[in-house]
């Protein structure tokens, strides 16, 4: 039996957020006032579509959109880490659930080099049209009030781990490796035995923290939570449980 890594991608594969570090390709590295301020709370897709589209009406290039995407950093260990999962397929599925988008998150992987460890990408579908505008759509629709409209990572991993099962592929153990508050949701899917990593200081940490404080036992959670600094924290709890199953 398999091992299972998920990851979210903004503030835990790269360390910055994909979606904000695409402004630096404009010629003064900043959205007017009117568009910064169009943002809806749970609408930040529709948000990104509307800055595409200012970036595309200021005549910037999909080659340097690219240009400008493909040099945030990524977090520290993290490409050590994906390295080390591409060496270990046979072990090892690796899948990335995301609220960013494809063609962010393709062009960062493949400049890196890492994209042989990823088996799927989960996010916003993304497109140039005919003028060059990058065009950005919600991945799905769903029924979850605690997630943004545009993604509820459980559902996601819900269906991923069901269509696994019915092609023969159950895990042994899953890790999942996030920051963000809409990390929260996935961690209800994981078993008792299966591990959540939350990125140290981030918003999943804390709200972890109080879930685990919950002493009436009403916590949807039971993983064991072990937070992470660099990826090689990742990297060693990974390759110890390998060891161990």
Same mark, same amino acid.
Not at 48 to 66: A, H, K
Not at 127 to 140: A, I, N
């Given at each position: 039996?398999?091992?299972?890594?998920?990851?979210?991608?903004?503030?835990?594969?790269?360390?910055?957020?994909?979606?904000?570090?695409?402004?630096?390709?404009?010629?003064?590295?900043?959205?007017?006032?009117?568009?910064?301020?169009?943002?809806?709370?749970?609408?930040?897709?529709?948000?990104?579509? $509307?800055?595409?589209?200012?970036?595309?009406?200021?005549?910037?290039?999909?080659?340097?959109?690219?240009?400008?995407?493909?040099?945030?950093?990524?977090?520290?260990?993290?490409?050590?880490?994906?390295?080390?999962?591409?060496?270990?397929?046979?072990?090892?599925?690796?899948?990335?659930?995301?609220?960013?988008?494809?063609?962010?998150?393709?062009?960062?992987?493949?400049?890196? /080099?890492?994209?042989?460890?990823?088996? $799927?990408?989960?996010?916003?579908?993304?497109?140039?049209?005919?003028? /060059?505008?990058?065009?950005?759509?919600?991945?799905?629709?769903?029924?979850?009030?605690?997630?943004?409209?545009?993604?509820?990572?459980?559902?996601?991993?819900?269906?991923?781990?069901?269509?696994?099962?019915?092609?023969?592929?159950?895990?042994?153990?899953?890790?999942?490796?996030?920051?963000?508050?809409?990390?929260?949701?996935?961690?209800?899917?994981?078993?008792?035995?299966?591990?959540?990593?939350?990125?140290?200081?981030?918003?999943?940490?804390?709200?972890?923290?109080?879930?685990?404080?919950?002493?009436?036992?009403?916590?949807?959670?039971?993983? $064991?939570?072990?937070?992470?600094?660099?990826?090689?924290?990742?990297?060693?709890?990974?390759?110890?449980?390998?060891?161990?199953?």
């Amino acid at each position: 039996m398999k091992t299972l890594v998920v990851f979210d991608f903004d503030h835990t594969v790269v360390d910055d957020n994909s979606d904000t570090w695409v402004i630096r390709c404009l010629p003064d590295q900043a959205l007017p006032d009117s568009l910064r301020n169009s943002y809806r709370k749970g609408y930040w897709t529709e948000f990104m579509g $509307r800055v595409m589209n200012y970036i595309g009406d200021q005549e910037v290039s999909p080659d340097s959109v690219r240009s400008v995407m493909e040099t945030i950093p990524f977090t520290a260990g993290m490409t050590e880490l994906l390295s080390f999962i591409s060496e270990h397929k046979s072990a090892v599925d690796c899948i990335v659930i995301s609220d960013s988008n494809t063609i962010f998150i393709d062009w960062i992987l493949h400049a890196a /080099g890492v994209q042989s460890a990823i088996d $799927r990408v989960f996010t916003n579908p993304a497109e140039f049209d005919e003028r /060059g505008r990058m065009e950005v759509r919600c991945y799905h629709s769903h029924d979850c009030a605690r997630c943004p409209v545009n993604l509820c990572k459980k559902t996601v991993l819900e269906v991923y781990l069901s269509e696994q099962s019915q092609g023969g592929v159950e895990y042994q153990r899953m890790f999942y490796v996030g920051d963000g508050g809409n990390d929260l949701c996935p961690t209800s899917c994981l078993r008792g035995h299966d591990v959540v990593m939350p990125r140290k200081g981030y918003t999943l940490e804390k709200l972890l923290a109080k879930l685990e404080g919950q002493e009436d036992k009403t916590s949807s959670l039971r993983a $064991r939570v072990i937070a992470w600094s660099s990826g090689s924290e990742i990297l060693e709890e990974l390759k110890a449980s390998m060891q161990s199953s």
